[in-house]
């Protein structure tokens, strides 16, 4: 049986992130794919660039595939007068994610975030159950 998961709106999610209070940030790095939307929304809010990174870890069901997290790219980017970055999630379960890209970033001051979970910061801290995000639809196209 699969666990209930609680929806959140796309407007409850936008007003909280536009209530936040981040640090100062030259570059947002999505963790694609449940980090995209936030990212996006967050890089447009701090006029900070974007930049997304795809890393894998678990699967459709959260179950871990691999024994660490495995980025499916490469980082050698220019990242001329980025100094602060703000690497961004939907939720991290382990932080193990979030943490493999701090470590390519150890030059850099880097915060994590998430909408739930394990980050430097946090946007929903109290949510503890599973979440039906706006933007992840299913295969039958309903919302998970």
Known sequence: MMNQKIPISFQTISEAIRDFEFPKT???IGVGRGGVVPAGI?????????KIVRV????EDNN???EKPVIQCD??????????I???DDVAVTGKTLEILREKLLDYEVK???LKGQADLVLFPHIKTC????????KDGKAQ
């Open 64 to 66: 871990p595939q691999y």
């Open 42 to 50: 967050i890089a447009h809010q701090l006029n900070a660039d974007l």
């Open 56 to 59: 894998r870890y678990r699967d």
């Open 75 to 84: 980082l050698n980017w220019d990242f001329y007068s980025h100094f602060k």
């Open 86 to 88: 703000l690497i961004v």
């Open 26 to 28: 030259d570059l947002v």
């Open 131 to 138: 979440v039906a995000w706006p933007w992840k639809i299913s």
């Open 112 to 114: 994590t975030f998430v």
